[in-house]
């Protein structure tokens, strides 16, 4: 009977428990040992004699078949523990510059190769530097609490990245050509309006610097973003630079014909820029009389939507994943 049962068993765990049911302290085996005392003198030899034999056998089979159940059971655990190393791992995805960041790159890529170096300045700014060293009077429009984020009395978020122009002056001596990138802040919203957007400034100064070096320098950045296009500078005013103008590219879109991006002239507005002011020459700690320089400034987001063709500035901010996939390399 024993042996039919230890045969049957398919688990260690099961070959346990029939061991406990033939061999345990309520077993089978020690009901007939219980019994003995009840055998004649004569029996009782034989009979414990005949149990001893068949308990040892018992343990012997329990024995063998916990080896072939043991052994069963670590080759099903090593079946199923199988790892395939050789399975291709799952895709991690890739991300990939923003627009603006991307624009921003190459821009300063650009101004690097003319051998510009890279400035910075903070995006809390003084409005010492952001207004009046750059010779902006008290009363100018640009002040106006509607424009400008004050954080304190004298305290701003800079309106543009040309207070950098002021603090790099006051460490550098000319000769010498900079740029600087980053953040600027506007309060106003609209499709060509975000209260944050980029700009990045520019500052070349030495003995002799000219309108003419501005204009070789610029058409030739020009040329580097948007290839062979006509350019054309127009009179402006900025209370920085004298003379002041902007720059116009002709409309990527309708090649000068007149479209609705341009408004119909043929003409796109992409920087402001001039001659840097004597009197901000003076505020940097420069002699006018020594050195004179240029200047010029211009927004990063309006550069990345005409080379990408986007139509409104929003965009930039929605953080829409289908907006931005487009721009992943
Ligand atoms: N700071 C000007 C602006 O934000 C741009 C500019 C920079 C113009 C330098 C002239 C020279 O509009």
């Avoid at 006051?170 to 980029?198: C, L, N, Q, W």
């Avoid at 070789?216 to 127009?234: P, Q």
């Avoid at 003076?282 to 200047?295: I, R």
Wanted: hydrophobic share 35%; proline share 4%; with cysteine.
């Amino acid at each position: 009977e024993a042996e039919e049962l230890i045969k049957k068993v398919e688990s260690s765990k099961e070959l346990d428990d029939i061991r406990v049911q033939l061999l345990g302290k309520k077993g089978k085996i020690t009901d007939i040992m219980k019994g003995m005392k009840s055998l004649s003198n004569d029996e009782r030899p034989v009979i414990g004699k005949l149990v001893n034999e068949i308990k040892s056998d018992i343990t012997k089979l329990l024995e063998v078949r916990l080896k072939e159940l043991s052994e069963k059971e670590k080759l099903e655990r090593i079946e199923n523990e199988f790892i395939d190393i050789t399975l291709p791992s799952r895709k991690i995805g890739k991300g990939g510059y923003h627009p603006v960041t991307e624009t921003q790159n190459l821009l300063k890529r650009i101004f690097t190769e003319m051998g510009f170096d890279i400035a910075d300045g903070p995006e809390v700014e003084d409005t010492y530097y952001n207004f009046d060293a750059l010779n902006i009077p008290e009363t100018h429009s640009s002040r106006d609490l509607q424009d400008t984020f004050y954080i304190a009395d004298d305290v701003v978020l800079r309106t543009h990245t040309s207070p950098v122009q002021i603090r790099y002056m006051k460490e550098h001596k000319p000769p010498f050509r900079m740029i600087a990138t980053g953040r600027v802040y506007r309060s106003d919203y609209d499709v060509s309006h975000t209260p944050m957007f980029h700009q990045i400034e520019g500052l070349m100064i030495g003995e002799n610097i000219s309108f003419a070096n501005l204009k070789a320098i610029l058409t030739e950045f020009v040329k580097k973003v948007f290839g062979d296009t006509n350019v054309r500078f127009r009179p402006h005013f900025f209370p920085f630079t004298e003379p002041s103008a902007e720059m116009d590219v002709e409309c990527v879109i309708c090649k000068g014909k007149g479209c609705r991006l341009c408004k119909h002239t043929g003409w796109l507005e992409i920087m402001g820029c001039g001659m840097v002011d004597p009197e901000v020459l003076k505020e940097g700690g420069y002699d006018p009389k020594e050195v004179s320089g240029f200047a010029f400034g211009m927004g990063i987001e309006r550069i990345a939507m005409l080379r990408h063709g986007i139509d409104d500035l929003r965009a930039f901010y929605d953080n829409d994943m289908r907006f931005l996939k487009q721009f992943k390399k």
